[in-house]
């Protein structure tokens, strides 16, 4: 990847970056089972996607397996191009088998990484891959130039057919069966039965600073990440650099991305070392969750050895971080506190300092009456349901993007979203008895260029559980978060309008809450959901309609030729 990136820095600045993308089937064995797996190009993970701020990005994708398919940028902002977004029934129609359609999209005022990985149903276990998005020629990073970038991307792997486990779940209306085992860059490590040739590593030289880039693509876990006797800086998250800070670990949500640097140690230390990730969870019990830990590998090479030698060898000493408690949200709090913008001339934090729009969304899991004749396995013998605003969101069977933009809604969705909730009640304290949701497929509509502050709560009606919350076409200000019901009145005497963190995920905190800023200035249909996929499943997910501007860079650009139908 070095050299690569080496060529890329010479290159000129706008071009467009083309890449072709093959959905096709590859037998992968992980865990001593060989499995067929939905793939790009038969990799595993996919193929990176690499280009500059300002380029333009076209993907040609083709889908060769047997079921629809739609690729997701996650975290590109897709300015005035909604169309290129890629979630299922959302902005676009899926591609069926044996179909083809271009992502066309330009990458504007960000930095970093970011990532891609299919959108509908649960392929994206398998189908994903890192996007990395270098400066603008002659622009350094706002940090010392590593001697290296690395992608370290983490995974969810499953024995069955992912496809079979959630279709399994939803048809008795209980929780899906937990994965098999965590990965790191499609490798279970050591630590699993028969995977210790399925292992990760990285070679280092002394004294040398890497760029990691992390990316959690994991379908349902946060993690904890750390690297055996060496510390991490942390210098951007969601492409967008940060405030450093070093710590010993790091917490990741699903969606989330973070750039970090790892110093070698200035002598080969004569030893290995593991480089973890295991989850945290909150209330639910280890038997609810995969509580087990992936490890890859970091060793030395001597400086005078050729790049394919490495010190690793079986007799040399093991070194292993020792990482958090499953539940340890002291620590999680701890570190998504220590997060702030770097708020420069160069990079200034445009928080929206006066709001048009304020909303309150409750979001966590309830329950729908089982179907007849049906025996399900949620709480009281109903089915489990997730929802924002007591609004289970169902999917369309045509594109909400399309839709609006030709104007025919009507028995598409309806634009009456609540902006708050129905019924309040007490969110973290004694459930109410009654945990039913609606169902529907409600918008919430804003004129171009609202400020908006919205504050996501979760509740306890069913356990108490963090929320990754991704919104598409927007990075968007964190300028509050707190624990217990969110107090109005109170809580935004404390929220900071100076150098808040700019995501495009944010972990609510489970039993808690968390308070965004934005400005819609990206006119389309943007999705919002857990990146819990079992969650976003259940239909806790909604979608904002930000209507055209008066001006003609204000408004949705046509859609292309090759959009898929439905």
């Known amino acids: 990847m070095a050299a690569t990136l080496a060529l890329l820095i010479i290159q000129a600045q706008g071009i467009?970056?083309?890449?072709?993308?093959?959905?096709?089937?590859?037998?992968?064995?992980?865990?001593?089972?060989?499995?067929?797996?939905?793939?790009?190009?038969?990799?595993?993970?996919?193929?990176?996607?690499?280009?500059?701020e300002g380029d333009s990005v076209h993907v040609r994708v083709t889908n060769n397996i047997a079921h629809n398919m739609t690729i997701h940028w996650h975290g590109i902002r897709q300015l005035r191009s909604g169309w290129a977004d890629g979630p299922a029934y959302i902005t676009q129609c899926p591609i069926q088998t044996g179909q083809t359609y271009v992502y066309k999209f330009t990458i504007t005022g960000q930095r970093g990484t970011l990532w891609w990985h299919a959108h509908i149903s649960w392929i994206r276990s398998t189908v994903y891959g890192a996007i990395v998005i270098l400066p603008k020629l002659g622009v350094p990073y706002p940090f010392p130039a590593p001697h290296k970038e690395v992608p370290i991307i983490f995974g969810e792997w499953w024995a069955a057919d992912t496809d079979d486990v959630i279709n399994q779940a939803l048809k008795v209306g209980g929780a899906p069966n937990i994965s098999d085992a965590y990965t790191i860059n499609g490798l279970p490590g050591p630590l699993y039965n028969c995977s210790a040739k399925d292992t990760f590593k990285l070679t280092v030289m002394p004294g040398k600073t890497y760029l990691?880039?992390?990316?959690?693509?994991?379908?349902?876990?946060?993690l904890f990440f750390s690297v055996a006797n060496h510390t991490l800086t942390v210098v951007e998250?969601?492409?967008?650099?940060?405030?450093?800070?070093?710590?010993?670990?790091?917490?990741?949500?699903?969606?989330?991305?973070?750039?970090?640097?790892?110093?070698?140690?200035?002598?080969?230390?004569?030893?290995?070392?593991?480089?973890?990730?295991?989850?945290?969870?909150?209330?639910?019990?280890?038997?609810?969750?995969?509580?087990?830990?992936?490890?890859?590998?970091?060793?030395?090479?001597?400086?005078?050895?050729?790049?394919?030698?490495?010190?690793?060898?079986?007799d040399l000493p093991l070194f292993k971080p020792t990482l958090p408690l499953f539940n340890d949200t002291d620590f999680v709090t701890s570190f998504t506190t220590r997060l702030h913008s770097l708020a420069t001339l160069q990079y200034p934090a445009d928080v929206p300092r006066s709001v048009d729009r304020r909303f309150f969304f409750t979001i966590g899991l309830g329950t729908l009456p089982c179907p007849k004749k049906t025996t399900c396995q949620g709480l009281h013998g109903a089915k489990y349901a997730a929802a924002v605003n007591n609004v289970s969101l169902v999917l369309p069977s045509k594109a909400l993007l399309s839709s609006h933009y030709t104007g025919k809604s009507r028995g598409v969705y309806e634009s009456d979203f609540p902006a708050i909730p129905v019924s309040p009640f007490n969110y973290t304290g004694t459930p109410p008895n009654n945990t039913n949701l609606a169902t529907g497929t409600r918008l919430l509509v804003l004129p171009y260029n609202t400020s908006v502050e919205l504050v996501m709560q979760d509740t306890s009606v069913i356990g108490i559980e963090s929320h990754p919350m991704h919104l598409h076409g927007y990075n968007f200000f964190v300028v509050g978060q707190g624990f217990g019901n969110y107090n109005p009145t109170n809580d935004p005497t404390k929220f900071n309008l100076v150098d808040p963190v700019k995501r495009n995920t944010v972990s609510v905190p489970a039993g808690g809450w968390a308070a965004i800023r934005f400005l819609a200035d990206n006119p389309g249909v943007w999705f919002m959901h857990c990146h819990f996929e079992v969650h976003s499943t259940w239909g806790l997910r909604m979608a904002w309609l930000v209507l055209d501007g008066s001006k003609p860079n204000e408004k949705l650009l046509p859609p292309p030729s090759d959009m898929p139908n439905c």
């Open 16 to 52: 467009t970056r083309h890449y072709d993308f093959n959905v096709q089937m590859a037998n992968m064995t992980r865990l001593c089972r060989t499995k067929s797996i939905a793939t790009v190009n038969g990799q595993f993970p996919g193929p990176e996607i690499i280009a500059n």
């Open 212 to 222: 990691l880039r992390l990316v959690n693509a994991a379908l349902n876990a946060e």
């Open 237 to 314: 998250v969601d492409a967008v650099y940060v405030k450093p800070f070093t710590v010993e670990t790091l917490v990741i949500s699903p969606g989330q991305t973070a750039n970090v640097l790892l110093a070698a140690k200035p002598v080969d230390p004569s030893a290995i070392f593991y480089m973890s990730a295991t989850p945290y969870s909150v209330v639910r019990p280890p038997a609810y969750f995969d509580n087990t830990t992936v490890s890859g590998i970091l060793e030395y090479q001597n400086p005078g050895s050729p790049p394919s030698a490495s010190t690793f060898h079986k």
